[in-house]
Each structure stands twice: as C-alpha cells, then as structure tokens.
C-alpha cells in the first residue's frame, strides 16, 4: 500500500521561500506520477504542478508558474516542491499525490493522497 507523508509547511511572510517534502513508502517512487495540490479555507482543492516517470517532465499550473518548481529525487523516493516569492494567497494546506497509470492535474487523476501540510503566508 502507497503511503505519502508531507512535510516543511509553516508560517512565512509574504516573500519567502518555503520547500515541501513529500515521501513515498510501500511501493516503488519512481513507478508514480507525483503531484501538488492545495486547499485553502473555504476552497475546493486545486492543482498545483506534477512531474511524470521522469525528472523532466514537470507541469505548473499558471498560478504558481515561475515562483514554485516541482522536483523529483528517485534515490530518496521523494518529491520536491520549492516555493518562492510566496503570497498571502498561497495560504493552503499542500498535499502531495501519486498515480502509477497516468499523467494529470485532476483530482480523480491520483489514487493516493498524503494528510497535507500547511502553508500559512502572512506578515
């Protein structure tokens, strides 16, 4: 059974920097898909970025594009999500996802889902 465990959310001003972890157990990491999602307050859960099979191939929503970058690290069976420049309105809790069929950005396109870590940007 896929376990996804998040980590590196906290309380940051507006303009920091924050990374987020992800750890993936139970299975083989580089058979998935990986994706960020969040969810703010009174929000549906949206999509964030996702990286397929390989490294290179990474997707952001346009919302994030060129302040988050999503990475992958096989050898530590973890997914990286790198986030600059943060605004109130990242403010969410971050959850990781994994897939082993399939490249997407929709909710119903992960099978597996971390608890989530929360992101509060605030001065």
Known sequence: ??????????????GDSLTLSCVLSGRTFSNY???????APG?????????????????????VKGRFTISRDN?????YLQMNSLKPEDTAVYYC?????????????Y???????QVTVSS
């Open 1 to 14: 059974q896929v376990q996804l465990v998040e980590s590196g959310g906290g309380l940051v001003l507006p």
């Open 33 to 39: 898909v990986m994706g960020w999602f969040r969810q």
């Open 43 to 63: 929000k549906e859960r949206e999509f964030v970025a996702r990286v397929g099979w390989t490294a290179d191939n990474k997707y952001h929503a346009d919302s």
């Open 75 to 79: 050898a530590k069976n973890t997914v």
């Open 97 to 109: 996802a994994a897939d082993s069929r399939r490249v997407g950005i929709r909710l119903d396109d």
């Open 111 to 117: 099978d597996y889902w971390g608890q989530g870590t």
